[in-house]
């Protein structure tokens, strides 16, 4: 028995495959290098979903579709933003994709997969004391969420910034999330009660919870003015170095360098620029003080590092980055619903018990 499921195979997939040990991921037959950065969102989405919905069409009416969805979604719901957005950005992002249709058509999950694009920008500008803005439907998607927040069409290198890290994050194994998604999907429940699902178990702060405290962090540091001294102190008093560790990963995360290039790419001479120069130290110190520290786990950096300074880039608040996580992560878990339903098996695993035992009356 393994109280985690660490090594448990609990699922046949031809979704994606995390290799730990040689630090790759491959999603449907392709590496991540070859996707990020060179296939859109809207594509991987194809990718994705491709067998699971009879109608599927090509990459070009696909995307079109995707943003027919942003619009309906965003008139839809509009109405109740005002009411969402005294909420935290994610718990009323969750709020609101809950009032989508159950439903398990093609459509249903074009909706799902706009919902966190849309949501995330007009709860943020609400929040703000700004107007929600309309969708573009003809507009790229990750460049239309970007305007949706900046109320303007963003440069270019933005946008394909935030495309990449999507396309990164669609899918990544049998993590917590996805399996979460595909225990409810397995019960035969819609599209939206799974993504859900998917949705609540991203809010513990053990998955997808640590990109906004690696902000934190890196402004601590630099406040502070010592990152060793820094670094050792937190490891002193029992905290975690965000950021840093994989449960499945024992060498560094292929995504760390996938967003690392992307920061890279966006950086140049500005704010991003210098904020990449001090992470990329703080994150060497970190790798060796942390080598020093606990010698015997191979901690290295994970996708969260460089999501931050991504995220960061591209102009949302830390409280928004595990909305933006979930805007990639949600088409792999709607795969994964579909996926799951295709075996017709209930996922219902045996417990062992371990509690008091009643007295038997002779």
Not at 141 to 160: F, W, Y
Not at 165 to 189: I, K, M, P, Q
Not at 251 to 263: C, E, F, I, S, T
Not at 305 to 325: I, M, Q, R
């Amino acid at each position: 028995m393994a109280n985690g499921l660490d090594d448990v195979v609990a699922a046949e997939t031809i979704l994606s495959d995390v290799d730990g040990l040689g630090g790759r991921l491959t999603i449907r037959g392709h590496s991540l290098p070859e996707l990020a950065g060179r296939w859109t969102y809207p594509q991987v989405v194809r990718l994705l979903l491709d067998g699971f919905f009879d109608d599927l069409p090509g990459d070009a009416e696909l995307a079109a579709s995707l943003g027919e969805a942003r619009v309906e979604v965003f008139d839809r719901l509009q109405p109740s933003l005002v009411l969402l957005a005294p909420l935290d950005v994610y718990s009323a992002m969750r709020a609101g994709m809950a009032l989508l249709p159950d439903g398990e058509t093609l459509k249903d999950a074009l909706r799902l997969i706009a919902a966190p694009a849309v949501l995330t920008p007009a709860l943020l500008r609400l929040q703000r004391g700004e107007q929600p803005v309309a969708p573009d439907g003809k507009a790229d998607h990750a460049a239309d969420m970007l305007r949706m927040l900046r109320g303007s069409v963003p440069p270019p290198a933005l946008a394909k910034a935030l495309d990449t890290y999507l396309v990164t994050v669609c899918d990544h194994g049998l993590n917590a999330s996805t399996f979460a998604t595909r225990v409810v999907a397995s019960t035969l429940a819609g599209l939206t009660s799974s993504v859900l699902a998917g949705l609540g178990a991203l809010k513990g702060p053990l998955h997808g919870g640590a990109p906004g405290p690696v902000i934190e962090m890196l402004d601590a540091i630099q406040a502070h003015g010592a990152a060793a001294g820094w670094l050792r102190d937190e490891i002193a008093h029992g905290r975690r170095i965000m950021g840093f560790g994989h449960r499945i990963y024992r060498v560094r995360d292929p995504r760390a360098d996938v967003l690392k290039g992307v920061v890279r790419q966006i950086g140049g001479e500005g704010e991003t620029g210098r904020r990449l120069a001090f992470a990329e130290k703080v994150e060497q110190t970190a790798l060796d003080v942390l080598r020093l520290a606990k010698p015997q786990r191979s901690l290295q950096t994970n996708v969260e590092f460089y999501t931050a300074l991504v995220l960061e880039a591209a102009g949302f608040p830390p409280k928004a980055f595990s909305n933006v996580f979930a805007a990639g992560r949600v088409a792999g878990w709607i795969a994964h619903a579909r996926e799951q339903q295709t075996t017709g098996r209930l996922i219902r695993p045996q417990s062992r018990y371990v509690g008091p035992v009643p007295n038997l009356v002779a």
